[in-house]
């Protein structure tokens, strides 16, 4: 009766789940993938006060600005090593920045970005399953990649961005 025997019988006890399927059989087949967090995306009033707290205050490495005249914004990314930041300031007055920094003067987050092996397949399957999808065909992105975003009502109130890979 030591020690070791009084913590065997006071130790909580550890329930685990039990199913005949396992986890990954409940996700369905598809015909694309989802892969790894591409960048979550900041939307920032000041991109030169932001850009200085990433670079100087918390020594991340920092991208130049890049404008992205057909997505109405000005772009910057900040390195992480597992993700990225994406630091986005609107470009010309019909930016959907612009409007997301009327309702939200300081900032704040703005997409989520997951890339995806077949950008077109995912698209076709999104649909069938009542996920709208903002724009018709994909855009090219930030990255030189082609971007679709899908409606925030329909992912639990974020605006997913889905990249091809």
Not at 64 to 87: C, I, M, Q, S
Not at 94 to 103: D, G
Not at 110 to 133: F, G, N, Q, S, Y
Request: charge should be positive; hydrophobic fraction near 40%.
């Amino acid at each position: 009766s030591g020690l070791l025997s009084r913590l065997q019988t006071s130790a909580p006890t550890v329930r685990t789940l039990s199913s005949t399927k396992s986890f990954s059989s409940n996700i369905p087949s598809c015909l694309w993938k989802l892969g790894r967090l591409n960048h979550v995306a900041i939307a920032v009033p000041d991109l030169e006060k932001a850009q200085s707290l990433y670079k100087n205050v918390l020594g991340a490495q920092v991208s130049e600005t890049v404008a992205l005249p057909e997505h109405g914004v000005y772009t910057v990314f900040v390195e992480l090593g597992n993700t990225k930041l994406e630091l986005l300031h609107p470009l010309g007055e019909k930016s959907p920045i612009a409007s997301f920094l009327q309702k939200n003067k300081t900032g704040g987050m703005h997409h989520i970005c997951i890339e995806v092996d077949d950008i077109k397949a995912a698209m076709t399957e999104l649909k069938k399953k009542k996920i709208r999808i903002l724009s018709e065909e994909p855009k090219i992105g930030a990255h030189g990649k082609p971007v679709i975003f899908l409606h925030p009502k329909d992912c639990h109130g974020v605006l997913v961005e889905l990249e091809q890979a």
